[in-house]
């Protein structure tokens, strides 16, 4: 049975940091297409940042980050622990949603990630 567990949400002041992560189990992080996504209310899922599988095909491997993120959000795992990680600098209230981790797609589009979390609560407020 896959499970993706996330941990590291809370409520934080504009300008800090959380590090989100996401341990998995039933399968192997190393062989799949991970990522973190997040749903703000009334919003659709989106991408925050991926990582895509190498597949000798179109899919390098490469990293994606949302433009919004880019350069405040840093995605890592680590295999041995078999945990994907989000570590978010410079938060910005525009940055509350849930937060959920997913592995077995690409792109990073939603959709296509075959297993997900069931998410972590991120609050950016004073």
């Known amino acids: 049975q896959v499970q993706l567990v996330e941990s590291g949400g809370g409520l934080v002041q504009p300008g800090g940091s959380l590090r989100l992560s996401c341990a998995a189990s039933g399968l192997t992080l190393d062989y799949y297409g991970i990522g973190w996504f997040r749903q703000a209310p009334g919003k659709d899922p989106e991408g925050v940042s991926c990582?895509?599988?190498?597949?000798?095909?179109?899919?390098?491997?490469?990293?994606y980050y949302k433009d919004s993120v880019q350069g405040r959000f840093t995605i890592s795992k680590d295999n041995a622990k078999n945990t994907m990680y989000l570590q978010m600098n410079s938060l910005k209230p525009e940055d509350t949603a849930v937060y959920y981790c997913?592995?077995?797609?690409?792109?990073?589009?939603?959709?296509?990630?075959?297993?997900r979390g069931q998410g972590t609560q991120v609050t950016v407020s004073s």
């Open positions: 990582v895509n599988y190498i597949d000798g095909g179109s899919l390098d491997g490469s990293t």
């Open positions: 997913a592995a077995g797609g690409y792109q990073c589009s939603p959709d296509t990630y075959e297993y």
